[in-house]
Structure formats: C-alpha cells, structure tokens
C-alpha cells in the first residue's frame, strides 16, 4: 500500500518501462557531531510498488546548490557527517 502522505501528495514518476514511483519532498537538517545544524537539505522519499505489492523505498538528499547525497541511516556514528 502506498503511504497516505505520498497519495496526498500527488508527485508521479512514471518511466519508460511504465514502472510507476511515488516521491515526496521534505526539509532535511543536517546537523554535526555535536547537533548544530550546518545545512537544511531537500529529502527527497521515493516509493515503488513492486510486482508482488510489495513496497520498496528509497531516499535522496539534496542541497539548495543541486549537489544530491545519499545518507546510510544503518551507520548511526556516521550519520548526518557530510558536511560537519
């Protein structure tokens, strides 16, 4: 099932290959080792749903000069560490 916040949201890919994603955008703040804000990113939350309903996500970050980053969230001592 796809999340109520992307439904209400509306954003649509669909690609040449007629697979469909669903994305929302979000304010990030990305803060370093001691949890000082150093930049607010753009999140970017991609959705698919698979063949077998099942459903697969991914996510993006992006800053206001259109460099993209993508975040490991299993690495807690590293998170958030781009730019600090």
Excluded: C
């Excluded at 007629?18 to 939350?45: C, D, W």
């Amino acid at each position: 099932m796809i999340p109520n916040s992307l439904i209400q949201s509306k954003n649509e890919i669909i690609l040449s290959d007629n697979s469909k994603f669903f994305y929302s955008i979000r304010p990030f703040e990305m803060t370093n080792i001691l949890g000082h804000v150093v930049a607010i990113l753009q999140e970017y939350t991609f959705v698919k749903i698979d063949d077998s309903n099942n459903e697969l996500s991914y996510k993006l970050y992006r800053t206001k000069e259109g460099n993209w980053y993508e975040i490991n969230s299993e690495l807690p001592t590293l998170e958030n560490n781009i730019l600090s």
